[in-house]
Nanobody, 118 residues
Framework: QVQFVESGGGLVQPGGSLRLSCVAS????????MGWYRQTPGNQRELVATLTTQGTTNYADSVKGRFTISRDNAKNTVFLQMGSLKPEDTAVYYC????????????WGQGTQVTVSS
């Protein structure tokens, strides 16, 4: 089973940017689509971005125009470029297959904390 390790989170001021990375323990060529999720305490994980192997992206309305998902298949890595950050983006961010029903049957990484605050 593939394992994911997320990194790149931190504390950033509103309006700032962060780039998250997710490294998989195996090839991500067969994971279609890849996705980024986020979760706040007491809430379910929310799928915020997906990217297919064909390059098709999809974003939650709350992040559209501010976040960009990309992948480097050769490095088994997925990225999430986050811009114009808002306090409501504060959450733990995870990567996994971009189909929540399938992701929940697999293993989740530890996530990376993003805190947007002045």
């Amino acid at each position: 089973q593939v394992q994911f390790v997320e990194s790149g989170g931190g504390l950033v001021q509103p309006g700032g940017s962060l780039r998250l990375s997710c490294v998989a323990s195996k090839s991500i060529l067969g994971i279609n689509p890849m996705g980024w999720y986020r979760q706040t305490p007491g809430n379910q994980r929310e799928l915020v971005a997906t990217l297919t192997t064909q390059g098709t992206t999809n974003y939650a309305d709350s992040v559209k125009g501010r976040f960009t998902i990309s992948r480097d298949n050769a490095k088994n890595t997925v990225f999430l470029q986050m811009g114009s950050l808002k306090p409501e983006d504060t959450a733990v961010y995870y990567c996994n297959i971009g189909i929540p029903e399938v992701a929940d049957y697999g293993t989740w990484g530890q996530g990376t904390q993003v805190t947007v605050s002045s």
